[in-house]
C-alpha cells in the first residue's frame, strides 16, 4: 500500500513463492540493487563466457532476509540443482549452477536475480492482508521479466483496478 511504512517494502512489488501453513516467502522484484549481474558474476568467480543479453541487468533487493543468499526466479525449469516450481511453469532456484549457466549462456529465457527475500511467520502475512498493508494480484509474467522495474508497482495496482494516486491512510466514519 501507499503507506507502507517500512521503507524496505515501501512501493514493493513481492511474488509469493511459497505460502502455507507454516509462513510465506515471496521475492520483491522491482528493486535494483547497485550491483550489476555482471559484476556479481565476476565476484563469485565465474567467467563470461558469453555476454549477457543486458550487461548492465541489475540485481534486485529480494527481502531483508538473509541478503547475502542469491535466488534466481526463472521460467524454463531446467535441471538445476535446487529448483522449487512456483506456478505456471514459474521456478526459484537458489544453487550456483544456474548462474554458471547464465554465465555460459546456457541459462534460462527469461530470469531475475535477487539477493535475500522477505519472510512471513505462520499467520503474519494474513494479518498484514487483513490489515490493509498489502494489495494482491495474480502473477503476471509480464510484469515479472519485461516491464522496467520503476513501473512495476503501480502496473501491479492497475491490474487489479486501483489507482495508486486516490488511495489515502486515512480512515473516516460514517
Not at 29 to 51: G, Y
Not at 71 to 77: G, R
Request: proline fraction near 6%.
Amino acid at each position: 500500500m501507499p503507506d507502507m511504512e517500512d521503507t524496505r517494502f515501501s512501493e514493493a512489488v513481492t511474488y509469493i513463492v511459497k505460502h502455507d501453513e507454516e509462513g510465506a516467502v515471496g521475492l520483491v522484484i522491482n528493486k535494483p540493487l547497485d550491483l550489476s549481474l555482471t559484476k556479481l558474476l565476476e565476484e563469485i568467480r565465474l567467467p563470461m563466457l558469453k555476454p549477457l543479453a543486458d550487461p548492465e541487468m541489475p540485481v534486485l533487493f529480494g527481502g531483508p532476509v538473509s541478503s547475502e543468499a542469491g535466488f534466481v526466479l526463472h521460467k524454463d525449469k531446467g535441471e538445476w540443482n535446487s529448483s522449487l516450481e512456483v506456478e505456471g511453469g514459474l521456478c526459484v532456484t537458489s544453487s550456483r549452477d544456474i548462474l554458471d549457466a547464465i554465465s555460459q549462456g546456457k541459462g534460462p529465457r527469461e530470469y531475475l536475480v535477487v539477493l535475500g527475500y522477505a519472510g512471513w511467520s505462520a499467520g503474519q502475512l494474513e494479518k498484514e492482508m487483513a490489515d490493509n498493508a498489502w494489495l494482491m494480484c495474480p502473477a503476471d509474467e509480464n510484469l515479472l521479466f519485461e516491464l522496467p522495474y520503476e513501473g512495476r508497482w503501480q502496473a501491479a495496482a492497475h491490474k487489479i483496478g486501483v489507482d495508486l494516486h486516490l488511495l489515502t491512510s486515512q480512515v473516516g466514519h460514517a
